[in-house]
């Protein structure tokens, strides 16, 4: 073989690396966007760069296009070179440990630094973020320190989408743990209490925040379940706007939740009392509901996109009143009037559309908001040990709460409705029995008669209230 | 001179082997050799021929194969002789980190010196070997004559008794081995035993009393210089300038009696002739100790150093029809 | 914490370790004598003792100077070659920890906790791959390039060449230590602020022994399980006859700290217990608990005011309790603890949970006396010195590997024990000991094949025994290399350091102390061995 001397070497060095680098300019060349002309610079078109730039773009795959990027997370990344996987593992298996070990800081420490090196998996963040908000939190004894877990998890969540901006789920995920995590939980009377009037790090106080800013934006006052629902409507906003994908339920079910997050805020009003103990039922209560039943039925208007069984697409919705309406839809994609009811009857059992429509339509006329009303202030009454006037107030909350029950019969087997026309009863029972009256008499007799059997439950149910 | 014998192997023989045990080559065979105390004493033979081998087998770097070698009436690879000699390795493997200063302090420390004896020699070893200016730079920017220098004045930092050096002189210009040369015979004044392996046969010639040239591992030759570059049975004459006339008149003169010599002596050959007879001769007759004529007075190989004759007497310029 | 404060002793250890190395050198020479035996045939043994002899004397003519100047001479080396560069990826690292430290408005402890573990697992991590590197190259580049030969043709015996080297690097690895060390605390000052640096504290715990009374007030060997994954605490279910009791030994003057008012003498008792709730209970009000102090040779019971137990809030569970406690009805009686409740400087406390049906989780290290706090300094730089014996631990194996074989191999078995005895020393003694889950090799194997979880046994029939006995093989050869490698994590303190505590000399300084030397002395020596009995010229 011919031997080539040091020049000509070097040469076919330089050629070679020629050669190689045009296949890697015609992928990786990267692109520019438009620039606008300012007062020194000139206006400049945006760049077309090579293959794999057009598809990031195709993609939205660049990272700056998904989210802010984190520049220590970068760092990381490019410090560990293809690793990342392995060096995920790996500090997996110890934030597993410290978790065991109850060691805390370290904990969270390796989760953030498990989250910077996987940046863009929104299932690392909500795991995560989740694990500290319940599993975490839960270790804990005093209430304060729990929430304070609780927040971590939801900050973290909001971070991720902070980093992911066009992924559904981690907006959802926030808004849930913000609903659920904060209104639900054993601790949800501490817990909101926290959200929305003072939380227990001093260090708000003295910024005159009261609340954590950081999670619940609008600042004092501001319901839980609202900001939740602000979240549950980004995530159906980017769900509409960037990402046709989300992978956490059903698509109906998961539309519904901002109105659900409407309907657990104003149901909240009836199971939590004001600073001076009193009801918060009321005007503003009966408001919510208003807006809640105008939240679902637009919810009920949205249409679902199905497919009938001859193979054709079409759309039904929720929000059907009558037969007609059924059979306009199956005359518009000429299938049967049952096909379409049985389709939308499934689309029923999935949201539980009619019960929710029912009750939200219930809810928010006045009668019924002053039957809770009455009802509530009776049994406080009660509690007090004025017995009359107890009793007065309990027999007009009863008397709405059956005016409430002929117009929406369909309440008459709803379990919480059940529950508080029977707790009424049996505590104006006792009343009527205490005052040396026939206990018998008192409105509800046809719920009464429909639940007795159940007696025992509700029986506990009364005592657990009273003693409260 | 004194017989006292300073470095003594007996049998000494080496095999390398490989990882697993299998015999790879012989390096060295059964080699008998005693060095005296006060002589310079010259190992020489071809690249691979085990003079290394053997200077590693000395300094106890190596372990034999069979045989013993004492030095200094110890063991060769008891660490107490070493208080006693000095060592120049071929390539002066000296850190090259250091500088000359520093490096005879480090070797210093190694004998043990305190401080103040430490400085002493270095400095009068520097002055020596004349790297008094260079002694704060680093080894790695030195020449290579300045390391063979900086090398040899690390083996003399404990004014040993026995000096090992190999390969003294390569690297070093016309007067740096004048100068090395020199420093090698005021060594033996001093009454020191040296032990050099060289490649530079003239050098060799120059300072040493007694040789010994290796072969593929076997002594071949070994005898005191000067008797080993003796031509017996040849007569040498040096005139001046003779006209054709005079040279057939000296001749018939000299057929007749003996008259106006000029000088009468026995010619030397050189030792690169020697070496090279040698080398060849063990090629023709592997496995034999070469014996040159010096040592032959009763042997049979008389013949054969007949043959060298004019070889020897054909350089000579008195060599006349 | 997960640190149980268990003191040292230094006899057992001491037994242990001689039967180890006796072990190991018993094998050392009797596979040395027998290979001389067959080289030299009936000539061996004298040889060998010989050869022995003259290794005992090599360590009795050891000179402190010459062992000094290859301690020098390797300094001088490794500092010319710049290795402390080292020092500036340090200063990046630091320089950009802020980013991965997260943000301030942490609770103050939880940010030291995050600093401190930071800094010295940065610093630990950084320090070994930078010394193993170094000392695994640097006996076999001595010997490539034959400077060492040089060196060897002096009076130099191979012990000093292995000790100077070690010290060598040891002083190097010192110097980069104890910069990064003063660095890193700097840094840690500069960048807390002023509240949380007041949670930088290092207090002076003293540890009793702990044993357990059940619900009927029997003796048990433990309390309750709740179901935590973690078994290191157990629990004592509350308004229940069950006890943590605690003995604390050499209680006198000392103990008791001055209150800064009034100058009264008091006990300052500390706890880190877990709580567990059984049902939800009252979540405004913590479990109560409460100690009593126990005095059986004299009869006397006092038992203190109960306390809510602030779960995870470090430093904030501890109760000050006058040397003379009042007691009884309308505190009418008195107690001195040192002279009535102690008995001969023996303090009983036991420990009891009042909330009903709820639980009070404790380990040993759960209840403490504390004494005055050390400055958090010391032990910062305790902990320091800990790395410290763990990078000597490092250094020796490096270089007695590095005797051996050639640089590149030296520097991968150094780097797997180290590795294994960094991370993975308890699983190792899991493996060694058989309760790892899922049975050895071949059981891991065929479970994993039929997906058969490891709860469920094999059956009982002759496969079942064939595959046991067969992972006993794998199983025996852990239980005996188990004890060539060093558990690193003994050199570990941040724990102590990071929760706020002084390191104690015996159950912290000393096993590290001793798991050194006991490493170090051992290795040492074969890797003076092999020097010894090497030819330099490896061709």
Known sequence: MKKLNSLQRKLVYLGGIIILSIPILLLGQPGRASVEATDTTQARPAERGGKLDAMRKQYDLGQSDLGAVDPSSATMNLVLLGLRGVATCILQLEAQEHQDHKNWAELEQTTESIIKLQPHFHKVWHFKGWNLAYNVSQEWDAVEDRYFWVKKGIKIHQKGVRQNRKVPDLYWHTGNIIAKKIGRSDEWVQFRRFFMKKDPDPRFAEKNWEVDREINERGKDYDNYLMAKEWFEESMRVLKEDNPIQHIMAPTLFRSYPARSQIDFAEVHGREVDENGNSRIGEQSREAWDKASDDWIAFGQVPILVRFNSGEFGEVQLEIRSDDEYQEIADKYEVDEGVVKDIVRRYHELTNYPYWRTRVLAEREENTMLAHKEIFEGQELYKKGEFEEAAALLQKGMRRFETLLDKYPQLIIEDLTVEEGMVAILVYRYIRQTLGEPPEIHPLKKLWNEHKNRLPIFEKEMRRRMEQ | ?321 | MTFNPIPFDVLAGLVNWAKVVGCVFAAVFVIAFLLQIASRGAQGPAFFFRQLVASVMDWLTMSPRRIWALTLLTFREASRRKVFTIGVIFIVLIMFAGWFLGDSTERPEMQVKRYVSFMLTTIGWLILPVVVILSCWGIPEDIKARSLHTVVTKPVKRNEVVLGRIFGFNLIGTVALLTMGVAGYAWMMRSLNEETRGSLTARVPVYGEISWLNKQGNEALQGDNVGDIWTFRSYIAGNTKARAIWDFTGIDEDSFRKNPQTGEPELHLESTFNVFRSFKGDLERGILARYTFVNDSRGLRVSVDPFEVQEFRAGANVMTIPRKITYGPDRSLSADILDDLADDGNLRIEVECLTTSQYLGAAQSDLFIRLPEQSFASSFGKAIFGIWMMMTTAIVLSVCLSCVVKGPVAMLAAGCIIVIGKSFWGFLAKVASGDVEGGGVIEGIIRIHRHITPNVEFQEDSRRQLVESIDKVPQLYVQVSRYLIPDLSQFNMTEYVANGFDIPFSAGLLPALATMLGFCIPWIFLGYLALKFRELESK
């Open chain 2, 1 to 321: 001179m004194n017989s006292e014998a300073v470095i003594e192997t007996r049998s000494l023989s080496k095999v390398y082997r490989d990882f697993w045990g299998r015999k790879k080559v012989r390096a060295l065979n059964s080699l008998n050799l005693e060095v005296h105390r006060g002589e310079i004493f010259g190992l020489l033979g071809p690249n691979g021929s085990g003079k290394t081998t053997t200077l590693k087998l000395l300094l106890g770097l190596l372990f034999p194969t069979e045989g013993s070698a004492e030095i200094l009436g110890s063991p060769a690879t008891d660490v107490v002789k070493n208080q006693r000699i000095g060592y120049l390795p071929e390539e002066s493997y000296l850190y090259r980190f250091l500088n000359s200063e520093e490096t005879l302090d480090f070797y210093g420390r190694l004998f043990n010196m305190p401080r103040k004896e430490r400085k002493e020699r270095s400095e009068k070893l520097l002055e020596l070997v004349k790297l008094t200016d260079a002694r704060k730079r680093q080894l790695r920017e030195y020449s290579k004559g300045m390391t063979r220098r900086i090398g040899l004045a690390q083996a003399l930092i404990n004014d040993p008794d026995l000096v090992l050096l190999d390969e003294p002189t390569s690297g070093l210009d016309p007067l740096g081995t004048r100068d090395m040369k020199d420093l090698i015979l005021n060594l033996r004044d001093q009454g020191k035993t040296v032990l050099m392996c060289s490649h530079v046969l003239s050098d060799v010639q120059d300072v040493c009393d007694r040789v010994a040239i290796l072969d593929s591992g076997e002594l071949k030759v070994l005898g005191r210089v000067e008797e080993l570059l003796k031509n017996q049975g040849v007569t040498q004459i040096r005139t001046s300038t003779l006209s054709d006339e005079a040279v057939a008149e000296i001749k018939a003169v000299v057929a007749k009696h003996n008259s106006e010599f000029l000088e009468v002596d026995h010619p030397t050959t050189t030792l690169e002739d020697l070496f090279l007879k040698t080398v060849r001769d063990a090629a023709d007759r592997p496995g034999q100790r070469y014996i040159p004529p010096s040592e032959s007075e009763q042997g049979q190989a008389q013949d054969a150093a007949d043959e060298e004759v004019p070889v020897a007497a054909g350089d000579s310029d008195s060599d006349s029809e």
